[in-house]
Nanobody
């Protein structure tokens, strides 16, 4: 059974930084493409970033250049370094597998997420 546990959220001022972590159990982590997603109040959950088992990363237009996704296969963990945070980044952030544009059809059970709030 896949289990995902996100951590590292908090409240920061605009322009600040946070580093999110996600630990994964119940799957062979290293062969899975992993992604970060977020759900803002009143909005649908959206994909933010993804990383292959070998470390190739892709980003949504809204975070490219500000966020960096990384992973440690030895620790079954994926990370999201978020810099230059904006109020629009306020959301609950989740990790999960990423299977392309139809990702919502192929995700594992969601973890609890971690709340990020960007406010002055």
């Amino acid at each position: 059974q896949v289990q995902l546990v996100e951590s590292g959220g908090g409240t920061v001022q605009p322009g600040g930084s946070l580093r999110l972590s996600c630990t994964v159990s119940g799957v062979i982590f290293s062969i899975n493409v992993m992604g970060w997603y977020r759900e803002a109040p009143g909005k649908e959950r959206e994909w933010v970033a993804a990383i292959t088992g070998r470390g190739a990363a892709t980003y949504s237009d809204s975070v490219r250049g500000r966020f960096t996704i990384s992973r440690d296969n030895a620790k079954n963990a994926v990370y999201l370094q978020m810099n230059m945070l904006e109020p629009e980044d306020t959301a609950v952030y989740y990790c999960n597998t990423y299977q392309g544009s139809n990702w919502n059809l192929f995700v594992w059970p969601w973890g609890p997420g971690t709340q990020v709030a960007v406010s002055s």
